[in-house]
């Protein structure tokens, strides 16, 4: 028997929230989190929503499935983010996250639920409130990462037997037993999270929500269990919807699938389309405005298969919008169709029909062939009273397939329909050049998050003779010739992983071979399953579930099973060659992309771009080859209180490409954050090229980020407006009354605009002068070193040393209390807005020494040093002098060297770098300056770069 297997990897978010949060300063030596005990309040603001009672910078959350919930700061929000863990069978569900609120508008919960979950949940067999993401994160903050459970067993069991029947669940501690309810409490060790969910849910599945919804099949556990709750924490009884006393109106909402869409299985429903998000209503415009009314009923059209869906509901007179998620298949790769009808009104019955025959797909056409690494749909709508909501669906590689159906333009509120996009590079292209010419639609694994995980690329343009290999046993083998070729696999499941997945031994010996590469034919057998024809694209390899094969050295890629069998077909009649195109693992260009359509879905969703729309940056990792980073680009418009991000993933250090960000907006502000939490915030108003973005490179050393103007034009108030909710970063050496703050910034002058962070210094390896004496240093709790100083101008001089002692810096400076408020604008102070706060008149230098991607320069030749003095944002006198040493031993011996004003406070260098081996592996620098009113600095940093 053959049968269809899916495996849907979307991640989708009904309300990805952003929420304000504090910020992270890293200490010398040592990290510290400064804001695990600053004070929030719950009230929603106009840059985000706020999460009561969650102040970290960072929460990540095992959910009881074990798949993972990151909420994670970005310029004073949070962005929530799901990662679904991978189940036994080796689906990987989607996730939708959901947020509520309360009366005061804070948000009293957010929900992940998993898909291979919502079947079990709306039938009430697990609670809801077991994916609560906002209690299990202020459980989190309390110190307890433990996932409280009850579990309920059937009747008839006494307390010992109670006892036995939880303690076998993997990663359960008993807590309590009752007998008379024949429940068990018990603590769920996250870590065990994902076995004690697939102990529980044998055989749960995305499409568990389907089956229930259209035919009433709940789903059920496993082991004796009969439900589950959170602890202390379970869902209230549903209480009827209120109403104002109107007349009620029914709405039938029929929602129909392409006519060329294939059959699948929607669990046991055979079906040309999956409910994902089920359909669901709500008020925009009337008398009960912004409130959400749920599914009465859900039946298909037609049956055998199931070819579209009849959703009933009842509601009052009032404007509404309607929504919701389905997926289809077109020649066996997955689609999301989001069914979103931005506006109707209901003053009486009402059937409404969504017909996906004429829905548009969202297609970006850019100057350079483009591949969709990673894509988000964001549909945005707001109410006639100003409130509103996000919902946004997140998919994995391969599967960023969107569709929509046009719409009539809105009447009440604002509506738009947003796509944020990473393209890039093609990883792979095949087409058949002999006997005919065809293309195929092939598609590897995609790019991957750690060196761990990385896999042989396809390089290059070759044309290859296709073999079929049958399974890739050595008996397979041994009856072709595979050498310089390209062998077609079918996937062996013995002992070799998961279901639908691609084993290294295969693929190892396909290598000896002497096969240049492998087309999959995905059809698995001889595994624990029965042959199975594989759906879901790409196809992954075994050794990211199985570590213990190894990195396969050999390329290969996949193509639908159709076809396959078109291709094995073609080879029983003659020769048949595929000319091969790749690219290595990372893409010589991105594009990150922000599209929005306003008011309506248009008649087309089609986006042609031009390199006149385009903004170029060079960007650069530096550093080693090492686990790659992970960009996350997100974007603000002006009036959206919540966004999401996509993700570039596999971006090994020490690497070099093109960003093009588009399309250029006056008014769009872009966020873009790599794992080590470094930060820029920009608005993109002009195309062609402009400043690179060099991540990673130093030399850094204290000073203030560069916050460009633009952005606060753009959105004044939400990037700049003063206080912890509405600004960038924390401002660098500010004074409050009269506490001074010696926090900083670390800031590379190849790209000052990137922030990483507060900074502060270790108490011992800072002191300020007064008079010649030193001044007694206090200490804040959280923001660490602190001085008191007299309210009179008064002369102070303060050193630090940072970067284990290697760099080391005195300022002079001239302090008095402030008088009006004037710290760096995109800036905020540890005291907020109740006092007077000033950005001090300190001097910082920084230094651009154009570095390669390894963070060095070459030995033997000329090279210039691009120098900086500064002041943070704020008025302030001009650089008079500057004076400038090198060391190419470690700071033994100083050679001078001329810096030439270029203004502004820009200087250069021009000097001769000895060859490696004449020095000791790195370039020192030594500088001085001042200003006009008497600021000055003297900066010594050692091994600030190397020479190779």
């Not at 041994?478 to 070799?496: C, F, S, T």
């Not at 071979?513 to 087309?519: C, F, Q």
């Amino acid at each position: 028997m053959i049968r269809a297997y899916r495996r849907l990897m979307v991640a989708s978010a009904a309300a990805l929230l952003a929420v304000t949060a504090g910020t992270a300063a890293t200490a010398d030596p040592a990290t510290t989190d400064l804001t695990t005990t600053t004070a929030t309040t719950s009230a929603t603001t106009d840059g985000g929503l706020l999460l009561p009672g969650l102040t970290a910078s960072t929460y990540t959350i095992t959910l009881i499935t074990g798949d993972q919930v990151t909420m994670q700061q970005t310029s004073g929000r949070y962005t929530v983010t799901a990662t679904a863990h991978q189940r036994a069978d080796g689906t990987i569900p989607a996730i939708d996250v959901k947020a509520k609120f309360g009366a005061d508008s804070a948000v009293t919960s957010v929900i992940a639920l998993p898909a291979d979950a919502a079947g079990l949940v709306k039938a009430g067999v697990v609670d809801r409130n077991a994916f609560d993401v906002l209690w299990l994160a202020k459980r989190s903050a309390a110190g307890d990462t433990s996932l409280p459970v009850t579990v309920k067993f059937g009747s008839g069991l006494d307390v010992a037997a109670l006892t036995e029947a939880a303690s076998v669940l993997p990663g359960a501690a008993v807590v309590a037993t009752s007998q008379a309810a024949g429940t068990v409490d018990i603590r769920v060790d996250a870590a065990k999270a994902a076995q004690f969910w697939a102990t529980v849910v044998a055989s749960g599945s995305a499409g568990d929500l389907t089956n229930y919804l259209v035919r009433g099949v709940a789903p059920k556990l496993e082991h004796g269990v009969l439900g589950l709750w959170p602890t202390g924490h379970r869902s209230s009884t549903m209480t009827p919807q209120t109403d104002t006393g109107q007349p009620q109106f029914d709405v039938t909402w029929i929602i129909t699938a392409p006519s060329s869409a294939q059959q699948q299985s929607c669990g046991s429903l055979a079906a040309t389309m999956c409910v994902f998000a089920e359909p669901g209503l709500a008020q925009v415009g009337g008398s009960a405005i912004g409130t959400p009314y749920a599914l009465q009923s859900l039946s298909c059209v037609t049956i055998d298969p199931c070819t579209g869906y009849e959703a009933k509901f009842r509601v009052p007179a009032g404007v509404y919008e309607g929504g919701g998620l389905m997926t289809f298949r077109l020649a066996g790769i997955d689609q999301i169709f989001n069914f979103e009808v931005p506006e109707f009104t209901v003053d009486q019955n009402l059937t409404i029909t969504t017909d996906a025959d004429v829905a548009q797909q969202l297609i970006v056409e850019t100057p350079r062939p483009n591949e969709t690494y990673n894509g988000t749909l964001l549909t945005y709508r707001s109410f006639a009273n100003g409130a509103g909501g996000v919902s946004m669906v997140f998919t994995m590689y391969g599967h960023a397939n969107y569709w929509a159906v046009p719409s009539a333009p809105i009447t009440v509120g604002t509506f738009h329909l947003g796509q944020n996009w990473i393209l890039g590079e093609p990883y792979v292209g095949m087409k058949v050049v002999k006997p005919t010419k065809r293309p195929l639609a092939a598609i590897q694994a995609g790019n991957n998050y750690w060196v761990s995980q990385s896999f042989a690329h396809f390089t290059g343009r070759q044309t290859l003779e296709l073999v079929d290999g049958g399974l890739g046993r050595a008996e397979d083998l041994a009856k072709i010739d595979a050498r310089g070729k390209l062998v077609m696999l079918q996937i062996d499941d013995d002992k070799l992983g998961g279901i639908c997945e691609i084993g290294t031994p295969a693929l190892d010996r396909a290598k000896a071979a002497g096969a240049v590469g492998v087309l999959v034919d995905p059809v698995a057998s001889n595994g624990p399953w029965p042959t199975t024809v594989c759906e879901y694209l790409p196809i992954l390899p075994a050794f990211w579930n199985q570590p213990s094969q190894g990195r396969p050295e050999l390329p290969y890629a996949a193509v639908t099973h159709t076809e396959a069998e078109q291709l094995l077909a073609m080879m029983r009649t003659g020769t048949v060659k595929i000319e091969v195109t790749g690219s290595s693992q990372i893409s010589p260009y991105v594009y990150n992309l922000h599209l929005y359509q306003e008011g309506q879905i248009p008649a087309s969703l089609h986006t042609k771009l031009t390199d006149r729309q385009l903004a170029e940056v060079q960007t650069t990792l530096a550093g080693s080859s090492t686990e790659p980073d992970t960009m996350t680009y997100s974007a603000f418009r002006k009036n959206e209180h919540a966004t999401g991000g996509v993700v570039l993933v596999g971006l090994t250090e020490g690497v070099r490409y093109t960003t093009y960000q588009g399309p250029v907006a006056p008014d769009l502000v872009r966020l873009q954050r790599d794992l080590s939490n470094r930060l820029t915030v920009e608005v993109v108003d002009q195309a062609g090229p402009i400043r690179s973005q060099q991540w990673g490179t130093g030399p850094l050393v204290p000073g203030a980020p560069e916050l460009p103007a633009k952005v606060f034009e753009a959105r004044p108030g939400d990037f700049d407006g003063g206080d912890f909710y509405t600004s960038v970063t924390m401002c660098s050496f500010c004074r409050q009354g009269s506490t001074f703050y010696p926090l900083l910034h670390l800031v590379t002058g190849a790209s000052p605009n990137i922030v990483n962070g507060a900074y502060i210094f270790a108490p011992e390896n800072l002191h300020m002068y007064a008079d010649g004496q030193e001044l007694t240093q206090g200490s804040d709790f959280i923001w660490g070193a602190v001085y008191d100083l007299p309210e009179e101008a008064k002369r102070y001089e303060l050193t630090g040393s940072n970067n284990g002692g290697a760099t080391t810096t005195k300022w002079g400076f001239t302090s008095s209390a402030p008088t009006a408020a004037a710290q760096q604008q995109g800036t905020w102070c540890p005291q907020g807005i109740g006092v007077l706060c000033r950005s001090e008149s300190l001097l910082f230098l920084r230094y651009d020494a154009g570095l390669d991607v390894t963070g060095s320069v070459t030995g033997g030749g000329k090279h210039e040093l691009r120098l900086t003095a500064y002041h943070q944002g704020i008025e302030s006198a001009t650089i008079g002098s500057l004076e400038l040493s090198l060391s190419f031993d470690g700071g033994t011996t100083w050679q001078p060297v001329k810096a030439t004003a270029k203004g502004g406070g820009e200087f250069v260098a021009s000097y001769r770098a000895p060859r490696a081996g004449e020095t000791n592996g790195t370039v020192s620098i030594k500088a001085k300056a001042s200003d006009r009113d008497g600021n000055t600095i003297e900066q010594t940093v050692l091994g600030a770069f190397t020479v190779k």
